[in-house]
């Protein structure tokens, strides 16, 4: 993963936070230049910090749970395989004309395992983020992830998805070559798939572009990532004819893992180092490791006709309705 | 509510129904086409499936009138009318949901956007479910993701081919990421019903967009669409947002997406029953063939009840 020596990126409810971290720092050089001990004082200010830290991230609202999901340094796909595996080769290429850099995937190594792993790619930085369309796949990107998926059910290999993106590419291009059609077809095969499929929202999971890889039978989200059936910007433009009212929006949606677990859409919540996955990126890598081997370990004692049945009745259950009789 | 209550309610909605404003000039005797502007005889417009007999364009119809046009007289067997929808997130944007799930109930005398059932076309037995723009733009919700599901499950065990008559904005909103996930769960059932070997026919009709072309109706083993209608899955609107620059104007027709290999036919309404009648007759086995007629003679049955009905159907 990244060194992190670059300058942090701050986001604006973390200002008191950074207040009192750059006082620390200056206190901290002024003590260089002088004899006074001041480790009494900086012990206490930085536990103030951590507790502080604690408040802000115990409480955030869904808009900010947002900004934490979309947070430039948030560990992406490729900083989590590259951190998790042993080994890893990415493969190209949907066989149709195409390779989607917006959606990567290959063969990785993991607990000794061979798996097939690929999910949406951001950019790193914003050159990087114009080559991947900031993760937001095409139709060639949706069709490259289902061969995979298909190499993985052939060889007996478990699928491990990486789900991250505001949403499916909005474009010409990308209707043309039949956007609803290729998620569509994976929403109906990945049913068909007889090894386990593990699906995690790793960032930002936005509407249809992300549950074009997420019919799994497990899903689970870090605990400041967020789901939307639509990008709370434009719901607010639809519903309330206000963009403006996004952050409204974001809180009536229910995107946030609570919420998600609530509704029984969501498996598994894992808990991110404090202040966000992107303080503490191995930390998290370990974590989502650790949870990714104990449930393949579990599906795995499946026989391929009962891991699809369940993953049938897992789908087959969701929804909220009366039924007067 | 009892069904008998919502039946009650039902048929006082109905005079609200006929008045469509959009089609309704004063007395509602007269019509007048949105594309060409002329005026016609509103009974004869009928008579014609509400394609205008001047320039052939396709006014939108809503589910009864659309279940009338393809079932065969006395056939058909509504499934699942009593599955109503609630307000699971107590979602409010400008109105609370459940009001406007009251009100819409009221003043379509539908239960949701979606009508399902089991009946004859030409003959030919089948599982259909026809969308109505009218309730909140047809949106998809848990009500049209558990009615689907439940008539392709139906239709796998009881070997029916299943016809899907598409009209949607996409996901409904309101249901939040429940909404999202019946994009799967239907596709799901989808999955078991060709698993079957069985056929699927989505029909898409103006207009069929977001979540519900990025699922069942991308899905069918043949793709069938009305004449120009409008099939995206992002909006016009939003593309031309992100692009700065005009689109063409065929941009998202069914004849735009028949030019980009998505959709297998384009029917005009007025053979719409034959041709599915056609395509499902073709699927057929020569064996298959017995069994489908003694369905249909059993189903003409006057005295019929809805079990026997739907047993038979097998
Ligand atoms: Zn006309």
């Not at chain 2, 509602?28 to 009928?46: F, N, P």
């Not at chain 2, 909103?173 to 026919?201: F, N, T, V, W």
Request: glycine share 8%; charged share 25%; hydrophobic share 40%.
């Amino acid at each position: 993963m990244a060194p992190t020596k670059r300058k942090p990126v701050l986001l604006d409810f973390e200002k008191p936070l950074s207040e009192l971290e750059t006082r620390i720092d200056q206190i901290r050089e002024l003590a260089e230049n002088s004899d006074v001990d001041v480790s009494g004082q900086i012990e206490q200010l930085e536990s103030r910090a951590s507790q502080l830290r604690q408040e802000i991230f115990s409480g955030l609202s869904p808009a900010q749970r947002i900004q934490v999901a979309r947070h430039p340094r948030r560990p992406s796909t490729l900083d989590y395989i590259q951190t998790m595996s042993d080994e890893w080769i990415e493969l190209h290429g949907d066989r149709g004309g195409s390779d989607d850099l917006a959606l990567v995937g290959g063969i990785a190594r993991m607990g000794g395992r061979s798996m097939v792993m690929l999910g949406h790619q951001k950019g790193r930085d914003t050159k990087d983020n114009v080559a991947r369309n900031f993760g937001m796949a095409s139709p060639g990107g949706y069709r490259k992830a289902m061969r995979l998926m298909e190499h993985a059910n052939r060889f007996g290999m478990p699928i491990v998805t990486f789900i991250d993106t505001p949403g499916a590419y909005a474009g010409v291009k990308a209707e043309e070559q039949g956007q609803g059609e290729a998620i569509a077809y994976n929403l109906r095969e990945m049913f068909s798939l007889e090894v386990p499929i593990l699906c995690t929202v790793i960032g930002e999971g936005g509407s249809g572009g992300a549950l074009g890889i997420g019919v799994g039978d497990r899903l689970m989200m870090f605990e400041h990532s967020v789901y939307t059936v639509a990008s709370p910007e434009a719901c607010a433009a639809i519903l309330w004819k206000d963009a403006g009212k996004a952050g409204k929006a974001a809180e009536a949606l229910k995107i946030t893992a609570t919420d998600l677990t609530q509704l029984g859409i969501l498996d598994q919540t894992l808990p991110e180092p404090l202040g966000g996955a992107h303080r503490a990126p191995l930390q998290a890598a370990e974590t989502l490791k650790q949870a990714l081997l104990d449930n393949i370990e579990t599906l795995s004692q499946l026989a391929p006709a009962e891991l699809r049945e369940h993953r049938y009745q897992k789908f087959r259950k969701i929804g909220k309705f009366v039924e007067a009789s | 509510m009892s069904l008998l209550d919502w039946f009650a309610n039902r048929r006082k909605a109905e005079p609200t129904n006929q008045a469509q404003p959009e089609r309704d000039i004063s007395d509602g005797l007269w019509t007048k086409c949105d594309a060409c502007g002329v005026m016609t005889y509103t009974k004869d417009l009928r008579a014609n499936q509400m394609v205008c007999l001047e320039c052939g364009h396709h006014m939108r119809v809503f589910s009864e009138e659309r279940i009338e046009q393809l079932m065969d007289a006395d056939t058909w067997i509504p499934l699942n009318e009593q599955v109503s929808p609630i307000d699971p997130l107590e979602f409010r944007d400008r109105k609370a949901y459940s009001d406007r799930i009251r009100d819409t109930q009221a003043k379509t005398g539908l239960t949701d956007s979606i009508q399902t059932g089991i009946g004859q076309i030409d003959g030919e037995p089948a599982a259909v479910a026809v969308m109505d723009f009218r309730f909140m733009g047809g949106s998809m919700g848990s009500v049209v993701g558990e009615k689907l599901t439940r008539l392709i499950e139906k239709a796998t065990a009881e070997r029916l081919p299943v016809l899907v008559f598409c009209a949607s904005g996409g996901a409904r909103m309101q249901e939040g990421m429940l909404s999202l996930m019946q994009m799967a769960k239907i596709s799901g059932a989808l999955e078991r019903h060709r698993d079957a070997k069985l056929l699927y026919i989505p029909v898409l009709t103006h207009p069929t967009t977001g979540g519900v072309t990025a699922s069942f109706a991308m899905l069918g083993d043949l793709i069938v669409a009305e004449p120009k209608a409008m099939i995206a899955f992002a909006g016009r609107r939003v593309i031309e947002q992100t692009l700065r620059e005009k689109l063409p104007d065929d941009f998202q027709t069914a004849e735009y997406l028949v030019q980009h290999g998505f959709v297998d036919l384009i029917v005009p309404r007025t053979q719409m029953k034959a041709t599915l009648a056609q395509l499902i007759r073709l699927h057929q086995l020569p064996s298959a063939k017995v069994s489908a007629s003694t369905g249909a003679a059993s189903l003409n049955g006057a005295g019929a009840t809805r079990d026997t009905a739907s047993s038979s159907a097998s």
